[in-house]
């Protein structure tokens, strides 16, 4: 563990019963950064938060937060706040009572309490709206008072579950810069759930994205989009174009097939995966008929059938639309590939 590691998760084991959801997940988290944990449903993400929170118990391995072992601590003496995925507010408590509610039972002077909760509702942004029941504000506002809730705790860490998921797609984009904004602002430690990749690469410093209890990758958002390890991860972050490579060729459905005529892969890599955006069209040595075409806006979005198997490809839209039927030339440049060092 690094002297800069402010929570860590050391080989830790987490399981229902006989079945595991998370076997010997080792993380080390630094103070002030802000985690995503990356993965479709039953990956162990939402677990893993569980068991930081105190609301679940290892079977194995330990956890420790700002030096000390809360391992087995109970959840109400580990300085760390939640932030649900419904929000969880008191509907007969208006705005300020439901900020209030945790240090009411911390039993805080009036003076300190008004303090606190006015300075957590300034940061979010709602202090205009402190009379206000639940009911009255919109779902953005409804995150922003649990946000705000959590955060006049003066938590350790944050862990916020799924937290944008309830809300619109503008609103979504306009939580992420909220939770940009105070993260920086409040300098605490962030650790947030998703499914939604767009979310983890537009708000995480680092990503964990994980898959059957396990670690697949974990990096920067540039690390995760433009440099994907593992055949999973790169499926995941949008890469349509997966081969597995055998003695430097592509391997297919109707067996191994060169990239590049007399110039095998290089390398011990194990496959190679390209963006639709990454895939050349109108000149290359492969050839594809189109079956599918459709307008994305920025682009069009084409389906090819090839000697390679179904090629998934995009074209900015200024260029002429290629039409249904038509046999076009394609190429796949080694060079726009993210290298895969596991395909399984």
Known sequence: MSDLTYLSLKDVTL????????????????????????????????TTMRAITGLMRPAAGRITLDGADI??????????????????????????????????????DGKTLDTRVDGGLDLVGL????????????GGQQQRVALARSLVMDPKVLLLDEPLSNLDARLRLEMRTELQRVQRESG????????????????ADRIVVMKDGYIEQ?????????????????????FENIFAVENGKLKTADGEVPLNPGAPIEGTVKG????????????????GIVKGSSFAGHAREYLLDSALGPIKAE????????AIGDRIAFDLAPEHAARLNRME
């Not at 408590?93 to 439901?98: C, D, K, P």
């Not at 605490?188 to 708000?203: G, I, K």
């Not at 963006?275 to 069209?281: E, F």
Request: charged residues 20%; proline residues 6%.
């Open 218 to 238: 974990l990096g920067t958002p540039e690390d995760v989009y433009d440099r994907p390890s593992t055949r999973f991860v790169a499926d995941f972050v949008g």
């Open 188 to 203: 605490v430690t962030m650790v947030f759930v998703t499914h939604d990749q767009s979310e983890a690469l537009a708000l």
């Open 127 to 138: 202090s205009h709206l402190t009379n206000r029941k639940p009911a009255e504000l919109s």
């Open 315 to 322: 074209q900015p839209v200024p260029h002429d639309a290629y």
């Open 71 to 108: 391992t087995y601590l109970p959840a109400n003496k580990r300085q760390v706040g939640l932030v649900f995925q419904s929000y969880a507010l008191f509907p007969h408590l208006n705005v300020f009572e439901n900020v209030a509610f945790g240090l009411r039972l911390k039993r805080l």
């Open 15 to 46: 399981a229902y019963g006989k079945s595991v959801a998370v076997d010997r997940l080792s993380l080390d988290i630094t103070r002030g950064e802000l985690i995503a944990l990356l993965g479709p449903s039953g990956c162990g993400k939402t």
């Open 272 to 287: 190679l995966a390209w963006r639709p955006s990454k895939v050349t069209l109108g000149s290359g040595s492969f050839s």
